[in-house]
């Protein structure tokens, strides 16, 4: 079935297991399942999270999709705060923000809204921040044909901020560099002043 609203293709047979889960979960949990605010609810979070990890079911150069483009430019292209939301795999816990992208082309561009979609593809996992920039530097380098790339992600993670040690300010700061990057001081500070 296909939702309207996000237009992904849900399962059935997926979001069937799934909703019999969740609906085990939340009388393991102590609720009463039949009463009017949850009969529906197990359904409903069982596409919610199939619609949040469907970065399992995307690739990369589809989602580029032939968007790469000649070009003679070779100074940097930085794309700030590209907002994002993924679960953190520990918790199953949201942890959201923004990451920056910076690139030196080589032969290439590619079209902006690609460099957005790949980082939702790799959000839209269960994972760590830290892998997360990581695979996202490493893809980004690997399809763009880049002589270098940087990423920034900052991140604020419910793990931290409603369990545990409930800090509620705190921020993580990750990079991840590939090529040209990873020698040249002078590119990073480049890079790090075009975010400020």
């Given at each position: 079935m296909v939702d309207a609203q996000t237009n992904e293709n849900y399962p059935d047979d997926v979001i069937k297991a799934l909703a019999h889960h969740y609906r085990e979960i939340l009388q393991l949990l102590g609720e009463d399942v039949s009463r009017e605010g949850l009969l529906k609810t197990p359904e409903r979070a069982a596409r919610a999270m199939y619609y949040c990890t469907r970065g399992y079911r995307q690739d990369a150069d589809k989602v580029i999709n032939g968007?790469?483009?000649?070009?003679?430019?070779?100074?940097?292209?930085?794309?700030?705060?590209?907002?994002?939301?993924?679960?953190?795999?520990?918790?199953?816990?949201?942890?959201?923000?923004?990451?920056?992208?910076g690139y030196i082309p080589g032969k290439t561009i590619v079209g902006l809204s690609k460099i957005a979609r790949i980082v939702d593809m790799f959000a839209r996992r269960l994972q760590v921040q830290e892998r997360f920039c990581d695979e996202l530097c490493a893809v980004l380098y690997e399809k763009l044909g880049?002589?270098?790339?940087?990423?920034?992600?900052?991140?604020?993670?419910?793990?931290?901020?409603?369990?545990?040690?409930?800090?509620?300010?705190?921020?993580t700061v990750t990079t991840a560099s590939r090529g040209i990057f990873e020698v040249d001081s002078s590119l990073r500070s480049q890079f790090f002043s075009a975010l400020n």
């Open positions: 968007a790469v483009f000649e070009a003679n430019n070779h100074e940097m292209v930085v794309v700030r705060n590209i907002e994002f939301y993924s679960l953190c795999e520990h918790h199953l816990l949201p942890f959201f923000g923004h990451v920056s992208v880049a002589q270098g790339v940087m990423i920034e992600c900052r991140a604020s993670h419910l793990c931290m901020k409603m369990r545990g040690v409930a800090k509620q300010d705190s921020i």
